[in-house]
């Protein structure tokens, strides 16, 4: 039950929005972070900037009016607004002189309310006492208003300055800052969206060329993704990728079609000699002889035939992981399971650096398939069988492996084909084998870096071999 529910839940989930989405409202999404941040730190700090300032300005006149009635006695003619009286008025700054009764000496404009605590302050015997009202509303603007005692009871003077000015100053710079944060938020979505789909567009390429494999199974289209960066990186990576598949797929197609056209002639004379085993009774026995032998010769030949495939497709795909690998010490093995198995005398130099980074099992493998190779063809056994490793005096330098024999020797005819899958020289056709022992070779050499090489040995017999990179050389194995 639950099981089912997950399953709904998970099929009817929405559908993942597309990358360039994606990272264009996460950049629209940073900058309007950062631009709020920036916008509501700017208007906090010009905000709290002009109302410090406005305040500083009013608690000076303040000050200075209170500092004026303190050094001598002065009355409320001597603040008149009237020619002749030097009181300083800032902007936005209002005075308003109050007789000793509370009453209005000389209105200030606009004129300022008078409150019971203005009254008493008019009253004060004592010069500067102060009073402060703050969001007095005078007609449709708003003043803080400070009242002070000219002492004695001589009367006071009010102070009133206008903030509601102020107020819609930052008001309409939070309005202007809002629009300006909503335009870089829209500007940088937009460009956010341009951004990805110029970042993204190359990345649409290589999706629609792996859905499109996918979809035809074709391994041979070609990927047109430019660029030096991770992208440009990515899609080369991804042609060369799909350049690798389509010649592995190339080489299991024709190795499929060699083999069955090389199978076909030992199971076409299998399928004759089972069929004369139905009149075995009729045959004389020397034929009887010659009949059970055949099919033994065919059955190994065909057993060698089989392994050798197998061989061949192991080496293609092999996961052996690489190792270094000296390939004296390998020449040393091979030739010791060579003297065991043909009985034949088998010698080994070396010289130079000889070893390489690479799969040991390919190696030996490859190694077997020359002496053996020179075992077969080589049947007087006039001399032994010479396996060489030399490399350079230091590393770096490609280590070379020949096998010397002194058998027929190969044709100039046949040194260009003599790697191909199945070639046989016509001399070698009577002999047994399937033409692949060469080729596994050529597999190898060309997995580790180097290539199979052959041609005539002085005095007779053929020299066939390979070189591989040194342990010095860049690459691993199958690369390059």
Do not use: C
Request: charged share 25%; hydrophobic share 40%; no cysteine.
């Amino acid at each position: 039950m639950a099981g089912g529910l997950w399953r709904r839940l998970v099929e009817r989930r929405p559908r993942l929005v597309s990358l360039r989405t994606t990272f264009a409202l996460s950049f629209a999404a940073v900058t309007a972070g950062v631009t709020v941040l920036v916008g509501f730190l700017s208007y906090s700090g010009a905000a709290r900037l002009v109302r410090v300032d406005q305040q500083t300005v009013f608690d000076e006149v303040v000050q200075d009016v209170r500092a004026e009635v303190r050094r001598r006695p002065m009355a409320p003619a001597d603040f008149s607004s009237a020619p002749g009286h030097d009181l300083v008025r800032p902007a936005r700054t209002d005075v308003q002189v109050l007789g000793p009764d509370g009453s209005v000496f000389d209105e200030g404009s606009p004129g300022l309310p008078v409150a019971d605590a203005d009254r008493r302050i008019a009253a004060a015997a004592t010069a500067g006492r102060r009073v402060v009202h703050e969001g007095v509303d005078v007609g449709d603007d708003v003043y803080r208003v400070a009242t002070v005692a000219l002492g004695d009871g001589r009367g006071a003077v009010q102070v009133g300055q206008q903030f509601s000015d102020t107020e819609d100053l930052l008001r309409a710079l939070q309005q202007r800052t809002l629009l300006m944060v909503a335009a870089v938020v829209l500007g940088a979505g937009l460009f956010g969206w341009w951004l990805a789909w110029r970042i993204t567009r190359r990345l649409v390429v290589l999706t629609s060329a792996a859905e499109a494999v996918a979809r035809t199974r074709r391994l041979g289209i070609e990927v047109p993704v430019s660029g030096r960066d991770e992208v440009g990186r990515l899609g080369r990576a991804f042609d060369r990728m799909l350049g690798r598949l389509a010649q592995s797929e190339e080489d299991q197609r024709r190795l499929v079609q060699d083999a069955g056209h090389e199978l076909r002639t030992p199971l076409t004379s299998l399928r004759t000699n089972i069929s004369l085993l139905r009149r075995m009774d009729e045959l004389p026995p020397a034929a009887r002889e010659e009949l059970v032998a055949d099919l033994g010769q065919e059955a190994r030949e065909l057993t060698d035939l089989v392994n050798e495939l197998v061989d061949l497709a192991a080496g293609q795909s092999d996961s052996e992981p690489p190792q270094r690998v000296d390939l004296a010490e390998t020449a040393e093995e091979v030739a010791g399971l060579a003297r065991r198995r043909t009985g034949r005398d088998v010698v080994v130099s070396a010289s130079g650096v000889t070893v390489t980074q690479g799969r040991a099992g390919l190696l030996t493998r490859a190694m077997s398939n020359l002496v053996e190779n020179a075992a077969k063809f080589d049947r007087h056994r006039a001399a032994p069988i010479e396996i060489r490793v030399s490399g350079g005096s230091e590393a770096g330098l490609p280590v070379r492996v020949e096998v010397l024999d002194r058998g027929p020797g190969i044709g100039d005819d046949d040194l260009l084909r003599v790697f191909d899958r199945f070639y046989r020289a016509p001399d070698a056709r009577a002999l047994p084998g399937s033409g692949l022992g060469l080729s596994i070779v050529r597999e190898v050499a060309l997995a580790h870096g180097g290539a199979p090489f052959a041609y005539p040995r002085q005095g007779g017999g053929s020299v066939i071999g390979f070189t591989v990179r040194s342990v010095g050389d860049a690459g691993a194995p199958g690369e390059g």
